[in-house]
């Protein structure tokens, strides 16, 4: 088949692609999209919107039932990326697909021809291909370091690089922006225009709204696995792309009215603790968070938040300083201590370290308190009462699930989360730990959890929140709190907040630093 | 303590480390294939299977020869047995990939059926095809390096053994070469690690496992096949006495480099070598049975604090499916 505008045809054009999983979910139905050479286009929609099956399908990870793909014209069929490679296709993946143990050079010829098969290609003549695409797109990376050594920002550049090095024409980028830095994402935006001028032709998949629109010449908005709309940036607006997204207006600022704090309700005092390594993941934390506000920290994923969650829930012990729940030393007291003591958990692995994955509704309901009357009873669980409790917790909380005995794992990210906000708030803490609450979580219940959060904290609750989505900070917080590697880099208040110092300080600039800086910098 | 006096000669010292050489190759073989197989992220523990079958195929297959061939060629048997030791273990190691990576069955499971196979078939096929008779076949004979075998001491450590043992070495070094300079020995590194960076990168993850698991058991094979063919020049029910198993700590301790894995395998032949000459001294005080624990309880120590997990290939043992 040739296509009718034989002028120009597109770089890459998607027919009619269709793709069921198992247990008849439609993924993708009937998506028709084309990619122009030289432009970015914007792939955007909810999680679960069929925007990375659709990719995988592209980039020949997942076979479609139904539907073609044209490659410059050419029918073309990919039964592995094997064959998408050989077609100029790259893909950069959310969860970067780099071997940690190998070196930056070993990536990226993995899965490459060699010149002198079975051995390896000469590593000067790759080490020197390697820097000349480095310099030319300004992706500094070393060749010989080894991929763990590397940061988040830098492990990103070394998978554009290796799509390059492969000679790929069409980059495919999932999610790319999710674990960067402000500066990071800017610094990554300059890289894909060059690319984009180069003539190479970018698919750009995201549910950020403000970066598409940034970003992006094109943008196809994806809804429940069908195409809603594909339009040019310049004819759309923020507002009316994500009303395409789920169908409706989402406030995505959230309505709150200014905090009335109380008494501290949690203090950290000069807080040490080790990661798993045994390497010092938190160094002198401290922080108060009172009644009636919630305190955000902001930071890249990886510097410490994951260790101060545990150490403030008791999961993990802390080797220096002090935990105080209302005015109480509760350092290294087991986590049903710290639970009777007021505190509440919403942790950032729900899967983890929440939920019982093929329990029932009902029964992660009552988890932390199935030992205590009314659900249990001279020994025995009462299931009347465990039963009624769910029923009055998924009405209260708009729990969408067919059955209260649905096991908890058929749920999706949005529901299971208000599973857990459900059980946590049902028993009233004083102090609430929410981490990552909105991960893997849709637009909607985003919206949800947020006024919940801002609720609790009208009605007095100590709410400490930790997020790597720097929006969310942004928008619940009253007082933000940086963290990078471990250590607090600054304080201050949301209304007072600009993003682009806070960029700085989430890279590891102190806020007194910065505050100098600027200072010296007007006068 | 007369005896113990013994001990200490140079005559014995000499005689413990050669044969402690000796001792040492089967194991290091089947460690050496085993490190190529978990390096691609496969966990196979049927060694000890392996190796009886490889022990058992080229015992027959150098036996027969040397019923068949003339005098002129029977120097080829003992090739033909190991070479057919080989290839013995690749049909092993073929059931274990079709188990582990075609059918993503538990690959624990999956390679400890391979040894209980392994050990029936082997006891079965040697009463049937041998009854009562003690069979024998010509081992491998000694081969002296020219001048280097005449050096004192040394000489007759590391020059004088079958050509066997000095191929172990090459063997050595090309397994080496192959894991760290071949496009083949990272795209198995790179399965090992992370095989959906491979999938991604154009690897085809199964293909890769197939070829890991068939080499490594391909040594296993061989080894078995030292042992019966060019060491012992017989074949008797479990000859292989737990070694395959053994061979599967030594690659732990090795933390999956090659060059360890030798070092450790010749630990193990030493304490082998010095237990059987504790037991010929016929020592009152010692039971043989405690002996004969020695080299087992040895590379348990060893282990204890040879361990570190962290350097285990990260997808070891893990099926890879892309969904």
Known sequence: MIPTNASTPPVVELRNIVKHFHGGVLANDQITIQLQRGEILGLLGENGAGKTTLMNI?????????????????????RSTHDAIAHGLGMVHQHFMLVPTFTVAENLVLGQPSPRKPFLENRKTVARR????????????????????????????????????????????????????????????????????????????????????????RVAVLRDGRLVHTTPVQATNPAELSRMMVGRDVVLRVNKGPAKPGAVRLRLQNLQVRDDRQLLALRDVSLAVHAGEIVGIAGVEGNGQRELEEAIVGLRPVEQGQVQLNQQDVTNRPPRVLFNAGLGHVPSDRYKTALLREFSIAENLVLSRIDQPPFTQHGLLNQPAIDQNA????????????????????????????????????????????????????????????????????????????????????????????????????????????????????????????????????? | MQDLNHLLTAAFVISLLTSGIRLAIPIFLAALGEIITERGGVLNLGLEGIMLVGALA??????????????????????????????????????????????????????????IVGQGATTYLFRQQFGSLTARIHPLPAVPIPLLAKLPVLGEVFFQHDLMTYFSIVLLVAAWYFLYQTVGGLNIRAVGEHPAAADTS???????????????????????????????????????????????ALVIFARWRPGLAFG???????????????????????????LLMLPYLLTLLVLLRGTRRAEAPAALGRPYSKE
């Open chain 2, 58 to 115: 080229g015992f027959m297959v150098a036996y027969d020869a040397e019923q068949l061939f003339a005098p002129s060629w029977l120097w080829l048997t003992p090739w033909l047995g190991l070479l057919a030791g080989a290839i013995a273990g690749m049909g092993m190691g073929l059931i274990m990939a079709v188990l582990a990576v075609s059918l993503q069955t538990d690959q624990v499971i999956a390679s400890i059926t391979l040894v």
């Open chain 2, 264 to 290: 450790g395998a010749l630990l193990f032949g030493l304490a082998t070598a010095l237990q059987f000459r504790i037991q010929a001294l016929n020592l009152q005080f010692i039971p043989y049975e405690l």
């Open chain 1, 58 to 78: 592209l980039y020949g990870l997942l076979q479609p039932d139904a539907g073609e793909i044209f490659v410059r014209g050419q029918r073309s069929h990919f």
């Open chain 1, 130 to 217: 390697i820097s000349q695409l480095s310099e030319q797109y300004g992706l500094q990376v070393d060749p010989n370091a080894e991929v763990w050594q590397l940061s988040v920002g830098q492990e990103q550049r070394v998978e554009i690089l290796k799509t390059l090095y492969r000679g790929a024409e069409i980059l495919i980028l999932d999610e790319p922006t999710a674990v960067l830095t402000p500066q990071e994402v800017d610094e990554l935006i300059t890289i894909l225009r060059k690319l984009a001028q180069d003539g190479r032709s970018l698919i750009f998949i995201s549910h950020k709204l403000h970066e598409v629109m940034q970003i992006c010449d």
């Open chain 2, 202 to 248: 154009g690897i085809n993850v199964t293909a890769v496992r197939y070829g890991a698991i068939l080499i490594g058991a391909a040594f296993a094979g061989l080894g078995g096949a030292v042992l019966t063919v060019a060491q012992l020049g017989i074949f008797s029910e479990g000859i292989t006495a737990g070694q395959g198993w053994i061979a599967i």
């Open chain 1, 391 to 523: 029923r009055t917790l998924i009405q209260q909380f708009d729990i969408r699930a067919p059955a209260i005995d649905t096991a908890v794992a058929k749920l999706s990210g949005g529901n299971a989360q208000k599973v857990v906000l459900a059980r946590e708030l049902s028993h009233q803490p004083q102090v609430l730990l929410v981490a990552q609450p909105t991960r893997g979580v849709d637009v909607g219940a985003i919206e949800y959890v947020h006024q919940a959060l801002v609720r609790q904290r009208d009605q007095g609750m100590a709410i400490l929140l930790i997020s790597t989505e720097l929006e969310e900070i942004l928008n619940l917080s009253d007082r933000i709190i940086v963290l990078y590697e471990g250590q607090v880099m600054g304080e201050c208040l949301a209304s007072e907040a600009d993003v682009q110092t806070l960029g700085l300080m989430m890279a590891g600039s102190k806020l007194a630093t910065i505050a100098n800086q600027q200072g010296g910098a007007t006068k």
